[in-house]
């Protein structure tokens, strides 16, 4: 299935259940294990809210966004941080066009 621009195929597998997942959503997506402490909205753009049920995501715990062409992950305070590439980051851009991206919360 292809995705429209903004769009993304999340896959991983849930920690709890073992359950592979692996939605398309469309950009801003707000990660966190708390629905109700995500943004539903940011200026003006409705945000898609994908919870994971893990003790060491955050309640709010990350951004993805499209910023000048670009694909960026934001923290967003988190406990744990964000780690991309095996860094520690406040904000990144992140590969696209088919290659996978070694990121984690």
Known sequence: MNSMPGQLRLNWQDPVTGEQ?????????????????????????RVA???LNSNQVSRYHTLLTW??????VVD????NGTWVNGLLQTSAHLSTGGSSQDWSL
Not at 22 to 31: H, M, Q
Not at 67 to 72: E, K, M, P, R, T
Request: aromatic residues 2%; neutral net charge; proline residues 8%.
């Open 67 to 72: 910023q000048s062409g670009h694909l960026c």
């Open 49 to 51: 809210r994908l919870v």
């Open 21 to 45: 997942k692996s939605p398309l959503l469309t950009c801003p997506i707000a990660l966190g294990r708390d629905f109700s402490q995500m943004p539903s909205e940011i200026e003006g753009q």
């Open 76 to 79: 967003q305070n988190s406990s």
